[in-house]
């Protein structure tokens, strides 16, 4: 058996299978694909079923949940572990039902968040597909997106626009006044995935897209972070008089942490993934271009080169961008810095705001958590192929530390599978519809909404990713079950 499942069962549960089963079968029927799509379930003191409330398919989050269905798909068809409840065939079967509406979310160019949909869905059908005319066809709608996000960015400021509005009560941006406004927030660092892979899965041989990609997030290191390590969540450029050499910034502040000078707990979750998984793509990338570029061996066709990145790039030393590398140890060694034992190794919301007048902990966000813990493995995977790491990465470790911590504290009530010849699902107590719970979505004091203490479907999503990545590093060898004790 699996030494990760052994040491982890509780991220490969049938409860957990069961959970994301019975949404994805209740809310999909025959008359149509979805419209609408999972994002949040209440505190655990309002009055149950903990049922999702659901958004429209343009929503940033509608990604996530058709993600899950992928993962789980994934898991069952690549990784080896399942609970057996579900086949291979009803998860694809549902992933592709939740994410054929998302297409047409392809051609827009009002968001930031081409990534957070499209990575989860279209590149992740993409990827698992073997039919040749459905990968070509997932592949188009995902370069499409790409090439929507890329059409945001500005050369005078060096970044994709993440915003063109902000709805803040303090501080509100016009979408009238876009011309002179141009926001950043960090969360943009997960979105600069889908240009890396864009160039990497385009017919074309370009850098285009991912030269804007590396481009903003060194901008990002120049001007989102603290000294020490922490970031910045929305950054206001002046576009008029902004240049890369001389930015011209009007004003840093908070639109979900718990003051502009402060860490939001997500935020620096965001950073860390996004920097993690941005020096894990500059190394795919610069290998291909290496590759690329040698000689031939005798008998050797060019088709060759794209097996040999499948294969090399997972043991070969690390030849990615070493400033993207860096900065993913500067966020992760801030986040890790400032968790505690306990529920205290589950982030707070955010990272400078006090605890309660009574002693007790200020909220949790567990999806923080996660997004860390997936952030951290990759981090993890990367450095022990560093040619100048030394000692050993500790992110694994710090990695484990927030996984079981979450486990034990956050995760609702469990909900199983009822015997028959077709799937059903008993919810179990309270009836939640998420794996998790204690998730912060905005606790700003001047937020025009605030929710805390709620599962959600992204806190979901990057669990399930934990383990599949955890599943995916046992097979090559790279965990063992003394790593994980």
């Not at 610069?286 to 050797?300: C, I, S, V, Y």
Request: glycine content about 6%.
């Amino acid at each position: 058996m699996s030494a990760v499942i052994q040491a982890l069962p509780e991220l490969f549960s049938a409860s957990v299978e069961a959970k994301v089963y019975s949404v994805a079968a209740r809310e999909y029927t025959d008359t149509g694909p979805p419209d609408f799509y999972p994002q949040y379930t209440d505190s655990p003191e309002s009055p149950p079923p903990h049922s999702y409330h659901f958004t429209p398919a343009r929503f940033w989050t509608s990604g996530f949940f058709p993600g899950s269905l992928w993962l789980l798909y994934e898991r069952v068809e690549v990784l080896g572990g399942t609970s057996g409840n579900v086949t291979a065939d009803e998860w694809k079967r549902l992933a592709i039902s939740w994410t054929k509406p998302l297409g047409e979310q392809a051609s827009r160019t009002n968001t930031h968040d081409m990534g957070f949909l499209f990575m989860p869905t279209f590149y992740k059908w993409m990827t698992l597909e073997s039919e040749p005319a459905v990968v070509e066809q997932a592949r188009s709608t995902f370069l499409c997106a790409a090439a929507s996000l890329g059409s945001r960015y500005n050369p005078k400021i060096g970044c994709l626009r993440s915003w063109d509005q902000s709805n803040h009560l303090v501080n509100g941006v016009k979408r009238e006044d876009m011309d002179k406004h141009f926001l950043v927030i960090i969360d943009n660092m997960m979105n600069l995935e889908l240009l890396y892979a864009a160039d990497y899965h385009s017919p074309s041989d370009t850098r285009t897209l991912s030269n804007i990609a590396t481009t903003h997030a060194l901008t990002t290191i120049a001007n989102h972070f603290h000294p020490s390590g922490g970031t910045y969540h929305v950054l206001n450029y002046d576009q008029q008089s902004s240049s890369p050499a001389n930015p011209a910034i009007t004003k840093r502040w908070a639109h979900q942490g718990y003051g502009d000078e402060s860490v939001w707990g997500r935020g620096q979750a965001w950073a860390l993934y996004g920097f993690a998984r941005s020096a894990e793509w500059s190394d795919v990338l610069t290998r291909r271009k290496r590759l690329g570029e040698e000689p031939e061996a005798p008998g050797q066709e060019n088709k060759d080169v794209a097996n040999l990145l499948e294969i090399q790039p997972h043991n070969a030393p690390f030849e990615g961008d070493e400033r993207l590398l860096n900065q993913a140890v500067k966020a992760a060694d801030f986040f890790v810095e400032r968790l505690g034992d306990g529920l205290a190794a589950v982030p707070p919301w955010d990272f400078d705001c006090p605890n309660n007048p009574d002693g007790s902990l200020t909220f949790r966000d567990v999806s923080a958590a996660m997004i860390a813990a997936s952030g951290m493995l990759t981090l993890h995977a990367l450095l022990r192929r560093h040619p100048k790491s030394s000692p050993p990465s500790p992110y694994l470790s710090h990695a484990l530390k927030i996984i079981r911590a979450t486990v034990k504290y956050c995760s609702t009530p469990e909900a199983g599978f009822t015997a028959g010849t077709s799937p059903t699902v008993n919810l179990g107590e309270g009836q939640w519809d998420t794996i998790l719970n204690q998730a912060t979505i905005n606790y700003n004091e001047n937020a025009p909404w605030k929710k805390a203490d709620c599962g959600l479907v992204y806190a979901d999503y990057y669990f399930l990713e934990v383990g599949n990545k955890l599943l995916e590093m046992e097979r090559r060898g790279w965990i063992s079950s003394t790593d994980l004790s």
